[in-house]
Protein backbone atom coordinates (compact mmCIF):
# COMPACT_ATOMS: atom_id res chain seq x y z
CA UNK A 1 0.00 0.00 0.00
CA UNK A 2 2.90 2.37 0.55
CA UNK A 3 4.39 2.43 -2.67
CA UNK A 4 0.84 2.74 -4.02
CA UNK A 5 0.64 5.70 -2.38
CA UNK A 6 3.71 6.80 -2.97
CA UNK A 7 3.69 6.60 -6.53
CA UNK A 8 0.42 9.20 -6.45
CA UNK A 9 2.71 11.44 -4.27
CA UNK A 10 5.03 11.54 -6.45
CA UNK A 11 2.90 11.73 -9.09
CA UNK A 12 0.45 14.75 -7.84
CA UNK A 13 1.35 15.75 -5.09
CA UNK A 14 5.78 15.89 -5.54
CA UNK A 15 6.29 18.81 -3.05
CA UNK A 16 4.37 16.92 -0.18
CA UNK A 17 6.98 15.48 1.87
CA UNK A 18 7.09 11.73 1.74
CA UNK A 19 8.18 11.36 5.76
CA UNK A 20 4.69 12.60 6.36
CA UNK A 21 2.59 10.26 3.84
CA UNK A 22 4.34 7.30 5.62
CA UNK A 23 3.83 8.20 9.33
CA UNK A 24 0.20 8.90 8.63
CA UNK A 25 -0.01 5.59 6.87
CA UNK A 26 1.85 4.06 9.32
CA UNK A 27 -0.60 5.31 12.45
CA UNK A 28 -3.84 4.58 10.71
CA UNK A 29 -2.72 1.34 9.68
CA UNK A 30 -1.25 0.70 13.41
CA UNK A 31 -4.95 1.95 14.79
CA UNK A 32 -6.90 0.88 12.43
CA UNK A 33 -9.80 -0.41 14.42
CA UNK A 34 -9.97 2.92 16.57
CA UNK A 35 -10.90 5.51 14.33
CA UNK A 36 -10.77 8.26 16.82
CA UNK A 37 -7.58 7.28 17.98
CA UNK A 38 -5.91 7.26 14.67
CA UNK A 39 -7.39 10.76 13.45
CA UNK A 40 -6.15 12.04 16.90
CA UNK A 41 -2.72 10.74 15.98
CA UNK A 42 -3.12 12.26 12.29
CA UNK A 43 -4.16 15.47 13.51
CA UNK A 44 -1.19 15.36 15.83
CA UNK A 45 1.31 14.05 13.07
CA UNK A 46 -0.08 16.64 10.38
CA UNK A 47 0.03 19.98 13.02
CA UNK A 48 3.60 18.88 13.90
CA UNK A 49 4.61 19.21 10.63
CA UNK A 50 2.93 22.01 10.19
CA UNK A 51 4.75 23.85 13.07
CA UNK A 52 8.07 22.18 11.98
CA UNK A 53 7.40 23.78 8.18
CA UNK A 54 6.57 27.81 9.44
CA UNK A 55 9.40 27.40 11.91
CA UNK A 56 11.53 26.63 8.92
CA UNK A 57 10.07 29.23 6.79
CA UNK A 58 10.14 32.15 9.77
CA UNK A 59 13.82 30.93 9.92
CA UNK A 60 14.75 31.45 6.36
Given at each position: ?????????KERYPDLDP???????????????DHAEA???TEQIVNRWVTQRASLEGAI
Open positions: MLATVEEVRELVSEILRVQHQFAERKR
